[in-house]
């Protein structure tokens, strides 16, 4: 059951510039999660933001929660070829305590 | 150093073997949980466990059996009742989701990645 829907699919952007990846999900949820996967590899969790909390920041990461929209944003500033990987929303849903990963944004950094 | 484990890295089967993949984990954490991913795509569940001795079925269980006789130790056993086993597999583990004043986090292995020939 697919809950996350990460947008665009896929990314690719100069060096140094910004990226942004947007979150879509259907019901309300305690918590809302970031990761990344580089090729090859297992996840690695950036941040989590919870339902009370509308902004966080992590180094270079910003994390924006809109639970009126049902929709989260991440933003990597000033972007580096090492920040080319996937990257996957999860959220974990009230009801039960389950987390759902969406189907990710593949993000490719051009040097 | 505290990290979660699998092994092996790449697995090959044949068709109408049964295979088992070994996930250890020693972040002491109650939850356990296998994945499975294909080429461009997300996560889907398997199986999960929050304690030992019990585990539920995910989204996609047919095909695969799990067993949880260790706090540390989750393994996933492909069976040849799975008919299209080829993927990438992942586990992890997180404190307990039931636990609400921890993280929710999950810290995932490295995946094995299963080929049937």
């Known amino acids: 059951s697919q809950q996350g829907e990460e947008d665009p699919q896929a990314l690719s952007i100069q060096e140094g510039e910004n990226a942004t990846m947007n979150c879509s999900y259907k019901?309300?949820?305690?918590?809302l999660q970031w990761y990344r996967q580089n090729s090859g590899r297992g996840l690695v969790h950036l941040i989590l933001?919870?339902?009370?909390?509308r902004e966080k920041h992590s180094g270079r990461l910003r994390v924006t929660l809109d639970t009126s929209k049902k929709s989260s944003s991440l933003l990597i500033t000033a972007s580096r070829a090492a920040d080319t990987a996937s990257y996957f929303c999860?959220?974990?849903?009230?009801?039960?305590?389950?987390?759902?990963f969406g189907k990710g944004t593949r993000l490719h950094i051009l040097p | 150093d505290g990290g979660i484990t699998q092994s092996p890295k790449y697995l090959f089967r044949k068709e109408g073997q049964n295979v088992t993949l070994s996930c250890e984990q020693n972040?002491?954490?109650?939850?356990m949980y296998w994945y499975r991913q294909d080429p461009g795509q997300g996560l889907r569940l398997i199986y999960y466990?929050?304690?030992?001795?019990?585990?539920q079925k995910g989204d996609i269980a047919e095909g695969y059996s799990v067993s949880r006789e260790k706090k540390e130790s989750f393994p996933l056993t492909v069976t040849s009742a799975q008919k299209n086993p080829t993927a990438f597999y992942l586990c992890?583990?997180?404190?307990?989701?039931?636990?609400?004043?921890?993280?929710?986090?999950?810290?995932f292995g490295p995946g094995t990645r299963l080929t049937v020939l």
């Open positions: 992890a583990s997180s404190v307990d989701l039931r636990r609400r004043e921890v993280t929710d986090t999950q810290y």
């Open positions: 019901t309300s949820i305690n918590n």
């Open positions: 933001i919870r339902s009370n909390e």
């Open positions: 999860a959220t974990v849903l009230n009801r039960d305590d389950k987390i759902i």
């Open positions: 972040l002491n954490h109650d939850a």
């Open positions: 466990s929050q304690i030992v001795n019990d585990f």
